[in-house]
């Protein structure tokens, strides 16, 4: 959208890289790791599946953590099921939790991936399924590789280079009109009323 406005190549990557840093997106594994920071400290036995249950009840009822009502990681808008990505990638995080001595964080987080499906359908009445996605095991790897957090969020869009990169090469091939995304005001009609007697 920003190239067909006919802007360079770096506004572009910067507007792309803008779009991901929110913690619902690109900043997601941030959000996970710090959430799991606050279980940590609010979970006196992580293998107890109770208490893990009661802490994730008070995130979906938005009386934990941030309070925004939701349990990052978990959830993805097209992968219901199982995210495929995360399903590879939790093996290779079994590997390195070993190796760095992280077994015990490792099982909390298997469990809380567990626990949080079954949490959030219930709770939520989500029948088609929600399964961890990317993000729930990304952070957690990034901090045993004692990344800094800053980082989390730019190696995420590293990945994503290429594919925006090819993005803006078509469009310059085609330099058709402007995008601009779709709008639908669901708004029900009212009258005006001036602004004095507003």
Same mark, same amino acid.
């Given at each position: 959208?920003?190239?067909?406005?006919?802007?360079?190549?770096?506004?572009?990557?910067?507007?792309?890289?803008?779009?991901?840093?929110?913690?619902?997106?690109?900043?997601?594994?941030?959000?996970?790791?710090?959430?799991?920071?606050?279980?940590?400290?609010?979970?006196?036995?992580?293998?107890?599946?109770?208490?893990?249950?009661?802490?994730?009840?008070?995130?979906?009822? @938005?009386? @934990?953590?941030?309070?925004?009502?939701?349990?990052?990681?978990? /959830?993805?808008?097209?992968?219901?099921?199982?995210?495929?990505?995360?399903?590879?990638?939790?093996?290779?995080?079994?590997?390195?939790?070993?190796?760095?001595?992280?077994?015990?964080?490792?099982?909390?987080?298997?469990?809380?991936?567990?626990?949080?499906?079954?949490?959030?359908?219930?709770?939520?009445?989500?029948?088609?399924?929600?399964?961890?996605?990317?993000?729930?095991?990304? @952070?957690?790897?990034?901090?045993?590789?004692?990344?800094?957090?800053?980082?989390?969020?730019?190696?995420?869009?590293?990945?994503?280079?290429?594919?925006?990169?090819?993005?803006?090469?078509?469009?310059?091939?085609?330099? /058709?009109?402007?995008?601009?995304?779709?709008?639908?005001?669901?708004?029900?009609?009212?009258?005006?009323?001036?602004?004095?007697?507003?």
């Amino acid at each position: 959208m920003v190239s067909s406005s006919g802007t360079d190549t770096y506004s572009a990557i910067a507007a792309a890289l803008g779009s991901l840093k929110g913690p619902k997106h690109g900043g997601a594994n941030i959000k996970v790791v710090q959430m799991f920071d606050d279980m940590k400290s609010c979970v006196a036995d992580w293998e107890d599946e109770a208490q893990i249950r009661e802490y994730l009840k008070k995130l979906l009822n @938005g009386e @934990g953590f941030d309070k925004s009502g939701l349990i990052y990681g978990m /959830g993805h808008a097209v992968y219901s099921l199982s995210d495929p990505r995360a399903e590879i990638f939790k093996k290779f995080v079994e590997s390195l939790a070993k190796e760095k001595n992280k077994g015990k964080e490792y099982a909390l987080y298997a469990s809380v991936e567990r626990i949080a499906a079954e949490i959030i359908c219930q709770e939520r009445k989500i029948y088609k399924g929600v399964s961890a996605n990317i993000d729930f095991y990304s @952070g957690f790897v990034y901090s045993m590789l004692d990344l800094p957090l800053e980082l989390y969020t730019p190696i995420f869009a590293i990945a994503r280079m290429a594919g925006w990169s090819a993005h803006r090469i078509e469009e310059l091939i085609n330099a /058709g009109k402007i995008i601009r995304p779709a709008y639908k005001d669901v708004a029900e009609l009212c009258d005006y009323i001036p602004i004095g007697e507003r």
